[in-house]
């Protein structure tokens, strides 16, 4: 039973589902919102558990005094800041996300800087992947370089002034060869999603359960 | 004119994004405090985020104002979920993962069909007729799809006409991934350029 009944919620969460997509009338149409909004619901539970494993992780370092502890300090002080700021405003204002809260000054002074330095630091990494990656070694490397340095010229003001054609060879290059490209592997993702989708539906699939 | 908690802000901000830049020196401790203090802060936003846009709005509200105690069985399937943190009875916690993927399965049909299967295909399926550039263009596109597609297919064996074609396909593969990797630079250079905004012009007034 223990196995049996996860898999008749989900062959019936997933018929629901389908069945919802081919009548759209009541009581039928609504039930893909009303899923998908549960589907949030449910989501938002298993948020605890993932900061529960991080918390308990970093706390299990400190209590241990293992190398590098001080560094867990600093994430646990940091995740208390953010959920007493929040939960403080959220108090104060009805929501933590007002624009007068604390909990929306630590997101612009603090989150935000270091989400967006943590990704501009990537550029200078991808500086030397690209060096690695794009040594013309045979025809496709060869295009895949000519390709990448086309469109980066045809983004940026200075590949204009070298040549003005640059920008519409970029485009030229995302609208039709770049479109084909990722056309194909769209259909081919959404035809192996329908698949996979259909082995998990019909039981066959069943490593999620494990 | 910026009060304390404006210029305080600032300074904190231009801190945290040396010490993130400061790994292209090597590992050091500032990163690795600034790395740590991002982990953390980014957990405790995403909790709040989450009871705030999600668990408030669509659970808690809809129940306390409008009586829709229907949604008592999200709820119900949401605290079971957390039932595996009770080794003994961790095993209910498949219900609610069966009801996720029940919903992932669902939309992972109907979505496919709806929103990818079938927007692709009928944008491939375009006009190829009259000798012009558009013609041309569409030609480069269906054979791009095709090929494509072929380069994917393993049910048969890549020879002959289908090796052939399976090649020209990863040419257009190339092409695709040299415009998304150009694409995802100039994303990340704009990144940089926005930090050095920041602590050449908010932080140290140097560009006007």
Redesign the interface.
């Known amino acids: 039973m223990?196995?049996e009944?996860?898999?008749a919620?989900?062959?019936?969460?997933?018929?629901?589902?389908?069945i919802s997509?081919f009548i759209p009338h009541a009581p039928f149409g609504s039930m893909?919102d009303v899923?998908?909004?549960?589907?949030?619901?449910?989501?938002?539970?298993?948020?605890?558990?993932?900061?529960?494993s991080?918390?308990h992780m970093h706390y299990v370092k400190i209590k241990r005094k293992k190398e590098?502890w001080g560094?867990?300090l600093?994430?646990?002080?940091?995740?208390?800041?953010?959920?007493l700021s929040?939960?403080i405003a959220?108090i104060r204002f009805g929501?933590?996300?007002n624009l007068k809260s604390s909990?929306i000054?630590?997101?612009?002074?603090?989150?935000?800087?270091?989400?967006?330095?943590?990704?501009?630091?990537?550029?200078?990494f991808?500086?030397s992947a690209?060096y690695r990656a794009f040594r013309a070694r045979n025809?496709?490397?060869t295009?895949?370089?000519?390709?990448?340095?086309?469109?980066?010229l045809g983004?940026?003001p200075i590949g204009y002034q070298m040549w003005h054609s640059f920008p519409a060879v970029?485009e030229w290059?995302?609208?039709?060869?770049?479109?084909?490209?990722?056309?194909?592997?769209?259909?081919?993702?959404?035809?192996g999603?329908?698949a996979?989708?259909?082995r998990?539906?019909l039981g066959i699939e069943r490593s999620?359960?494990s | 004119m910026h009060n304390f908690?404006t210029i305080f802000?600032?300074w904190?901000?231009?801190f945290?994004?040396l010490a993130?830049?400061s790994?292209?020196y090597k590992d050091n401790p500032f990163y690795?405090?600034?790395?740590?203090?991002?982990?953390?802060?980014?957990?405790?936003?995403?909790?709040?985020?989450?009871?705030?846009?999600?668990?408030k709005p669509?659970?808690i509200d809809p129940i306390t104002q409008q009586n829709q105690w229907i949604?008592l069985?999200?709820?119900f399937?949401?605290?079971i979920?957390?039932t595996?943190?009770f080794p003994k009875i961790a095993?209910l916690s498949?219900?609610?993962?069966?009801?996720?993927?029940?919903?992932?399965?669902?939309?992972?049909?109907?979505g496919?069909?709806?929103g990818?299967?079938v927007p692709?295909?009928k944008?491939?399926l375009i006009a190829l007729h009259g000798w012009n550039g558009a013609t041309l263009?569409n030609f480069?596109?269906?054979?791009?799809?095709?090929?494509?597609?072929t380069?994917?297919y393993f049910s048969k064996e890549h020879r002959g006409f289908v090796g052939k074609t399976a090649k020209l396909?990863?040419?257009?593969?190339?092409?695709?991934?040299?415009?998304?990797?150009?694409?995802?630079?100039?994303a990340?250079?704009s990144?940089?350029i926005?930090?050095m905004y920041?602590l050449f012009h908010t932080w140290i007034p140097l560009i006007k």
Do not use: C
């Open positions: 223990r196995r009944i996860p898999l919620i989900t062959f019936l969460t997933a018929l629901i589902i389908i997509f893909q899923s998908l909004k549960w589907y949030a619901i449910i989501a938002g539970f298993t948020m605890l558990l993932g900061v529960d991080l918390i590098g560094y867990s600093v994430l646990i002080i940091g995740f208390t800041l953010l959920v929040g939960t959220g929501s933590a996300f909990f000054y630590l997101y612009n002074y603090m989150i935000l800087p270091l989400q967006s330095t943590m990704f501009a630091l990537l550029s200078f991808i500086a690209a025809l496709d490397a295009l895949l370089l000519i390709t990448a340095v086309l469109v980066m983004r940026v970029a290059i995302m609208a039709i060869p770049q479109m084909a490209a990722k056309r194909g592997i769209i259909i081919g993702i959404a035809l999603g329908i996979v989708s259909l998990i539906m999620y359960l | 908690w802000g600032i904190m901000a231009a945290l994004t993130i830049f790994f292209l690795k405090f600034a790395e740590h203090l991002y982990v953390g802060t980014s957990a405790g936003y995403m909790l709040i985020y989450t009871y705030f846009l999600t668990i669509m659970l949604l069985i999200p709820a399937f949401g605290i979920m957390l595996r943190w095993w498949r219900w609610s993962i069966a009801f996720t993927v029940g919903i992932g399965t669902g939309l992972g049909i109907t496919s069909i709806q990818l299967l692709q295909i944008g491939t263009n480069l596109i269906v054979v791009g799809v095709i090929a494509t597609l380069y994917f396909g990863i040419t257009y593969i190339m092409i695709a991934f040299g415009a998304s990797f150009g694409y995802t630079v100039m990340r250079i990144l940089l926005g930090r920041f």
